[in-house]
Each structure stands twice: as C-alpha cells, then as structure tokens.
C-alpha cells in the first residue's frame, strides 16, 4: 500500500511510502513503475526521486537517487512514477529485487530539471547507458514546443542501451552507438554528436550519463558556441539538500565558483558552469579560486 | 481501538531555557532549515540546530566526502557554509522570521574566533530566536595542526571561557563534545568548569574506509566523521559515563544534550534512561526527513506506556535501576 508520510502545503515535494507495481527486464537494468500520489503533478523532466533501501531497520541508511523516466498523473492506481534502475551495488541489488506489492520510500521530485527553450530550436539530446531513462519525456516536451529533436543514445554494449525503440518515437533521428560495436555506430556518444550538431544548426545539447560523457558534451557544445544543459551524478546521501555531501564546484553568472549541492542547484547545470578540470581519477578538488577554498599554508 | 493520546509533560530544561520538546535536529544534517522544513514544521522542535557557523566562508572538501558504512557514513564535508554575517543575514533572519526557536552552533579555528562569531550572533538584529549556542569544540584546530579542542582540556577550558564573555545572562552555552578522547567526564569537567551550561553528546567518531576497487582511501580526505546507528553505543556509553559522573558529585550537574544513532523512538529512550536530558537527531534524517519530529512522537508514546508523566523522570533513570 502506499502511504503519504510527509508533504508540506505548498513543499513541491512528497514523502511516501510507495507500492511497487511493476518490475520488468530492459536490457540490463530494470524497469520500475511506483505508485506515487502528489509526486506526478509536480515533476518535470531532468528532476529524481531519492529511494530508501528497506526499511526503518535497514543497515543501508542512505537513499539512493535515479532520474524520472516517466510520470502519469492518474491512471487506474493514481499517479505513478517509472525510473530505470542498474544493479550496481548492494543497494541498488536490493531495488531491482523488489516485487509488485512490496513497498519502497519515495520521495520526490527533487532538483531542478531541464530548462527549455523559449525558442523552437533544434535540439540534441544524448543519453548514455541508463542516463538515457529521463530523455524521451523532455524530447516530447521539446517537441510540443516545436523543437526538432535528434537523440544520439550510447553504451559499452547492446544490452546497456536503454530506450532504442522509445527513441524512434519520440526523435525526429535517432543515432545509437557502442564501444564494442554490437550494434549502431562503434565508439563513443562524443564521436559522432559534432556532426549531428553541424547537420541539425542545433542550439542547444542535453546530455544524461556518465559524468566523463558530460563533460565531453559541455566541451563539445562549447567547440560550437551553443549550450549544453548536462544532469551531472555526484554521490548525494540525502537527496534533498541537508548533507552537503553532494557538491560541485560550478561558476555563477559572475564567474564565481562555489561548492554546490547538485541535489538542490542541479543536477541539470550548465556545462560551460561546471568547473570539469577539478574531477580527476574519482576525486573532485576544490579549486583554489572556489568561495572559501582552504588557504595554502606554506 | 485507538490508543489514548498519550499525556506526558515532554518539556524540557536547558540550562534555564524552557523547550516545549525534547527533540531538536542535529548539526550539519538538517542544513539551516529551509529544506528540512518542506517535510517538517520546524518551529514544532524544541529546537533548530543549526550547521555549525564559522568566521569567514568555508568551501568545505573536495569529494568524495561520504561513504556508507554499516548501519552509518562517514563524512568528511569540513563545515562548510557562508560565513557568520552571511548566515545571520540569510538562514537566521529566515528561521527568525518563521519563529523557530534556534540553536546555533558555532566553530572557529583559533579560541577567539569562536568569541568572534557568538559575539557576532548575540549582538545580531534577530538574536531573539537564538534559544542558546552550541561550541562545536569537536572540530579539528587548524592553528595547532589538526588537534581538536575537544581532545585538548587546555585548549577547550579557553574557548568555552572566551565565548562565555560574549553571552548575554540567560543564554545558555552548550559544549559539543568529541568520543574521540581518553577520559570524556575529564573534558566534560573542564568545560563545565569553564561555564558552560550543559553538554551535547556526541559528535562524530573518526574512521576511514578503503574503495576496494582503486585499493585507496574512499574520502578524498582519508578521514571522516563516522555516524548513524553504528555509533549508537558509543553515544550512549558518554552520556553514561559524564552522567554517572554529575550523579556521584564528581563533576558539577548539567543537562546532557544527546546525539549520535537516533533513528527510532527507543533509540531515544535509551540516551534518556542513560542521562540526556534533550534528543538530537542527525544521520537518520538522511533517510526520514521526518524523523526528528517522528522520534518525539515514538518517544512519548514510550514513556506513556511506561508509566510515567514527565520525561524527567525518565532522565537518567537508568543510573537508578543499576545494582552492580
Ligand atoms: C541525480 C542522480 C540520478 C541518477 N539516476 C540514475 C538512474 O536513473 N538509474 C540508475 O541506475 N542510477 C542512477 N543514479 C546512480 C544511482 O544513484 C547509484 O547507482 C546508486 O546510488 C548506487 O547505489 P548502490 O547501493 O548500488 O551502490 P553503493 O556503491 O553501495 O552505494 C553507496 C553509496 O554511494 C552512493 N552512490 C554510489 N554510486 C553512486 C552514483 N553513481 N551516483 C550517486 N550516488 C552514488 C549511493 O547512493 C550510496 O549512498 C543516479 C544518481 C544521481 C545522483
Ligand atoms: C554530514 C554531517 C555533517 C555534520 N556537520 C556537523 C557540524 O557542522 N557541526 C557539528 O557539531 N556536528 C556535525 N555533525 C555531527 C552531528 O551533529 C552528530 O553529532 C553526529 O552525526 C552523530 O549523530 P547521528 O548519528 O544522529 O548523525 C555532522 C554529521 C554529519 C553526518
Ligand atoms: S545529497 Fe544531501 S545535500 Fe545534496
């Protein structure tokens, strides 16, 4: 059953205890659909919920974050809310194993997602492995807004591709690519969306995957004077902004970088924002221009 | 059918300051109040506790600076945040204007900076909401290399008497101590002994944890701060020990602030019966943002069904009930 724990008039965001209602195979990932009331109506594309890991006595304490795939605001079970989830660690095992009928703590949508154009522009949008899940409702957006929508989807491998046939749906071209080349293009997302920029006269580039993919988007966009708005994955223990565990160094308007929350600033930034060259080997340093960096003491 | 709405005086004293609820957030886990309050009406807590506020802006670590442990995390985000004027301007003037009742929790590098920011704080526009402050000595000294105050008895007898000299009559000083000690009711004393009007017990305890896959440190800063209900027992065996302390009239009597693993209500009945006076609830909010507010209904709930009509009464009731 599914139950409201916490909703503050006018919060933007639900806390629930949501049923499970669906759990099927997508390649390698899973595919979850969620009961979710209240949570539909206030989500947009780009935004994630933060799921708990069992219940009050599980020795897994923080939530784990997957971007929205879907909403629908009121079907036969209310409103529900689908993400695509791959098995990574202990928590996201324990996720993927849930049955319909069984419950799981929801609570979303969280962050900002991603902006829109105000103009009908070409648009490119690349997902890679599962981070393409929250694309296919922004490009429907897009193209309601009479954007033209070229999606480039990538992977290590056929099966961690995620959406291939959705994409033909909802993109006006559809380009997939993999590093082992079993299917579509071989080689990486990097290698072919230049071109696809330069065909389409695209102005603006969303991206969703690994962060080394974002980051090679961002460059990519820059090469060509236009924007990429990037859904960045910093490892984040809450989700809703009291930790402070899930900064990024990014630029403001003025140039001034400071350690940001991408749970609550993102996780779409700007990719022209984000200070790339401070993440290197799986670490991310504070640059030393950043508000309140350490001092060096010699 | 429905169980009877429990009738017990959950009130609390802290240091001559009245709370209506025991229950109170943890630093640094609830940030200033703004995103927690989306989920819980802050202003129904005994108290906000605030992210401990330091002198000029701080940008914190790099990252990683968490990692899960079992049944806890360690985190080593280095107490970032804007700076006192900016935090007086923005989050005190915020939870001000909401009514919360407020405990900021202040840190420094030096002893007088610590001064610096509560002198700072008390001297501000919207001191009104400010119920007391919290010296989080537990932070480590940057002036003698990475010692915390906490650790040091001479070095936390001078914060707490330098910050004592900018607080007002009626503002209690609570002391945030460090487990990370040989002898906690020694530091307890000393800081008792340099004014403060009760203790918050505990902070984090330092751990490390290794990424098995690059076979390095996971934190990019080697060390953190491990909390969560790993750290359950070690909270409340200080909280034990300097109450057992105060009992035996070794050490001057003072209310306990207790922290570390409260994720349920008997997880706060526990630090109750073993000496706390107040609750704080920190790690556990990372996944129930509800559970500061939630704790204190489990707890009363408890303490209802135990019979008694005070939370008081439950204070370190434990130490009474031992025969060794
Ligand atoms: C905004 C956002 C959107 C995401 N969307 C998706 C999605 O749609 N589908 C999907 O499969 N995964 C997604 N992820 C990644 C997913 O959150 C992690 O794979 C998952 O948290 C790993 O948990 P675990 O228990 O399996 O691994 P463990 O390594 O055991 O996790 C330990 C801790 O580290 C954190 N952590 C570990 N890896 C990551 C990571 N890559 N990103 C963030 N936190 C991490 C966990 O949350 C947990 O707190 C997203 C992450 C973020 C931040
Ligand atoms: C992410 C994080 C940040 C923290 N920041 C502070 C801080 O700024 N000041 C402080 O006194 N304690 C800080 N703490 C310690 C908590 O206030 C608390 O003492 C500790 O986490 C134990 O309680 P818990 O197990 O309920 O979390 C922090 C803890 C965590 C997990
Ligand atoms: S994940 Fe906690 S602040 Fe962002």
């Given at each position: 059953m599914?139950?409201?724990?916490?909703?503050?008039?006018?919060?933007?965001?639900?806390?629930?205890?949501a049923?499970?209602?669906?759990?099927?195979?997508?390649?390698?990932?899973?595919?979850?659909?969620?009961?979710?009331?209240?949570?539909?109506?206030?989500?947009?594309?780009?935004?994630?919920?933060?799921?708990?890991?069992?219940?009050?006595?599980?020795?897994?304490?923080?939530?784990?974050?997957?971007?929205?795939?879907?909403?629908?605001?009121?079907?036969?079970?209310?409103g529900?809310?689908?993400?695509?989830?791959?098995?990574h660690?202990?928590?996201?095992?324990?996720?993927?194993?849930?049955?319909?009928?069984?419950?799981?703590?929801?609570?979303?949508?969280?962050?900002r997602?991603?902006?829109?154009?105000?103009?009908?522009?070409?648009?490119?949008?690349?997902?890679?492995?599962?981070?393409?899940?929250?694309?296919?409702?922004?490009?429907?957006?897009?193209?309601?807004?009479?954007?033209?929508?070229?999606?480039?989807?990538?992977?290590?491998?056929a099966?961690?591709?995620?959406?291939?046939?959705?994409?033909r749906?909802?993109?006006?071209?559809?380009?997939?690519?993999?590093?082992?080349?079993?299917?579509?293009?071989?080689?990486?997302?990097?290698d072919?969306?230049?071109?696809?920029?330069?065909?389409?006269?695209?102005?603006?580039?969303?991206?969703?995957?690994?962060?080394?993919?974002?980051?090679?988007?961002?460059?990519?966009?820059?090469?060509?004077?236009?924007?990429?708005?990037?859904?960045?994955?910093?490892?984040?223990?809450?989700?809703?902004?009291?930790?402070?565990?899930?900064?990024?160094?990014?630029?403001?308007?003025?140039?001034?970088?400071?350690?940001?929350?991408?749970?609550?600033?993102?996780?779409?930034?700007?990719?022209?924002?984000?200070?790339w060259?401070?993440?290197?080997?799986?670490?991310?340093?504070?640059?030393e221009?950043?508000?309140?960096?350490?001092?060096?003491?010699? | 059918?429905?169980?009877?709405?429990?009738?017990?005086?959950?009130?609390?004293d802290?240091?001559?300051?009245?709370?209506?609820?025991?229950?109170?957030?943890?630093?640094?886990?609830?940030?200033?109040?703004?995103?927690?309050?989306?989920?819980?009406?802050?202003?129904?807590l005994g108290?906000f506790?605030?992210?401990?506020?330091?002198?000029?802006?701080?940008?914190?670590?790099?990252?990683?600076?968490?990692?899960?442990?079992?049944?806890?995390?360690?985190?080593?985000?280095?107490?970032?945040?804007?700076?006192?004027?900016?935090?007086?301007?923005?989050?005190?003037?915020?939870?001000?204007?909401?009514?919360?009742?407020?405990?900021?929790?202040?840190?420094?590098?030096?002893?007088?900076?610590?001064?610096?920011?509560?002198?700072?704080?008390?001297?501000?526009?919207y001191?009104?909401?400010?119920?007391?402050?919290?010296?989080?000595?537990?932070?480590?000294?940057?002036?003698?290399?990475?010692?915390?105050?906490?650790?040091d008895?001479?070095?936390?007898?001078?914060?707490?008497?330098?910050?004592?000299?900018?607080?007002?009559?009626?503002?209690?000083?609570?002391?945030?101590?460090?487990?990370?000690?040989?002898?906690?009711?020694?530091?307890?004393?000393?800081?008792?002994?340099?004014?403060?009007?009760?203790?918050?017990?505990?902070?984090?305890?330092?751990?490390?944890?290794?990424?098995?896959?690059?076979?390095?440190?996971?934190?990019?800063?080697?060390?953190?701060?491990?909390?969560?209900?790993?750290?359950?027992?070690t909270?409340?065996?200080?909280?034990?020990?300097?109450?057992?302390?105060?009992?035996?009239?070794?050490?001057?009597?003072?209310?306990?602030v207790?922290?570390?693993?409260?994720?349920?209500?008997?997880?706060?009945?526990e630090?109750?019966?073993?000496?706390?006076?107040?609750?704080?609830?920190?790690?556990?909010a990372?996944?129930?943002?509800?559970?500061?507010?939630?704790?204190?209904?489990?707890?009363?709930?408890?303490?209802?069904?135990?019979?008694?009509e005070?939370?008081?009464?439950?204070v370190?009731?434990?130490?009474?009930?031992?025969?060794?």
């Amino acid at each position: 059953m599914t139950r409201t724990i916490a909703a503050r008039e006018g919060a933007g965001v639900v806390q629930l205890e949501a049923e499970v209602i669906g759990n099927v195979a997508a390649g390698s990932y899973r595919h979850l659909t969620l009961v979710t009331p209240g949570l539909a109506e206030l989500a947009r594309p780009g935004q994630f919920v933060a799921l708990s890991v069992g219940d009050g006595t599980s020795s897994m304490l923080l939530r784990r974050s997957f971007s929205i795939h879907k909403v629908s605001p009121a079907g036969t079970y209310g409103g529900t809310t689908e993400i695509v989830v791959a098995a990574h660690g202990a928590g996201t095992r324990l996720l993927t194993a849930l049955e319909p009928g069984e419950s799981v703590g929801v609570i979303g949508p969280l962050g900002r997602g991603f902006p829109l154009p105000a103009q009908p522009v070409p648009c490119v949008l690349v997902g890679g492995g599962y981070g393409s899940a929250p694309l296919f409702w922004l490009a429907e957006q897009l193209r309601e807004r009479g954007c033209a929508v070229e999606m480039v989807l990538g992977a290590a491998s056929a099966d961690r591709l995620f959406g291939v046939v959705e994409a033909r749906r909802v993109g006006d071209g559809v380009t997939v690519t993999t590093d082992d080349g079993s299917v579509g293009v071989r080689g990486w997302v990097s290698d072919v969306v230049p071109d696809l920029i330069e065909s389409t006269g695209a102005a603006v580039v969303y991206g969703c995957g690994p962060m080394g993919m974002l980051r090679s988007l961002s460059a990519i966009a820059d090469e060509h004077g236009i924007v990429a708005q990037v859904a960045v994955e910093e490892a984040m223990a809450c989700g809703i902004g009291v930790c402070m565990t899930c900064v990024m160094p990014v630029r403001d308007e003025s140039g001034t970088t400071s350690m940001v929350r991408s749970c609550l600033d993102g996780p779409v930034f700007r990719g022209d924002r984000v200070r790339w060259e401070a993440f290197e080997d799986g670490y991310c340093r504070v640059p030393e221009d950043a508000v309140g960096a350490p001092t060096v003491v010699r | 059918m429905s169980t009877p709405a429990p009738a017990v005086d959950m009130s609390v004293d802290i240091g001559g300051v009245r709370l209506p609820s025991p229950m109170m957030t943890a630093s640094g886990c609830a940030a200033n109040g703004r995103e927690i309050h989306r989920f819980i009406d802050i202003t129904a807590l005994g108290a906000f506790v605030t992210k401990s506020v330091k002198l000029d802006p701080v940008s914190g670590r790099g990252t990683p600076r968490m990692a899960e442990t079992p049944s806890g995390m360690l985190n080593s985000i280095g107490l970032q945040g804007p700076g006192v004027r900016a935090f007086v301007e923005k989050d005190l003037a915020w939870l001000h204007s909401i009514g919360a009742r407020v405990i900021v929790s202040i840190a420094g590098n030096t002893a007088s900076e610590f001064a610096r920011v509560a002198r700072t704080i008390v001297r501000s526009r919207y001191a009104s909401a400010v119920a007391a402050l919290e010296v989080n000595i537990s932070c480590p000294n940057v002036a003698n290399r990475g010692l915390v105050f906490a650790c040091d008895p001479a070095g936390a007898h001078k914060v707490l008497t330098l910050v004592r000299e900018e607080v007002p009559r009626g503002l209690p000083m609570v002391a945030k101590l460090s487990p990370d000690v040989t002898d906690i009711v020694e530091i307890a004393d000393v800081v008792l002994r340099a004014g403060a009007h009760g203790l918050t017990m505990i902070n984090t305890t330092l751990g490390v944890a290794i990424d098995t896959d690059r076979l390095r440190p996971h934190l990019v800063a080697a060390t953190g701060g491990l909390s969560g209900p790993a750290i359950r027992p070690t909270a409340v065996r200080a909280i034990w020990q300097v109450a057992g302390a105060m009992r035996e009239g070794r050490i001057r009597a003072a209310p306990i602030v207790g922290v570390g693993g409260v994720r349920h209500g008997t997880d706060a009945l526990e630090l109750v019966a073993a000496g706390a006076t107040a609750i704080q609830v920190g790690t556990a909010a990372f996944n129930d943002p509800s559970a500061p507010h939630r704790v204190g209904v489990e707890l009363e709930q408890l303490v209802a069904d135990r019979g008694f009509e005070r939370l008081a009464d439950v204070v370190g009731i434990a130490h009474e009930r031992f025969t060794a």
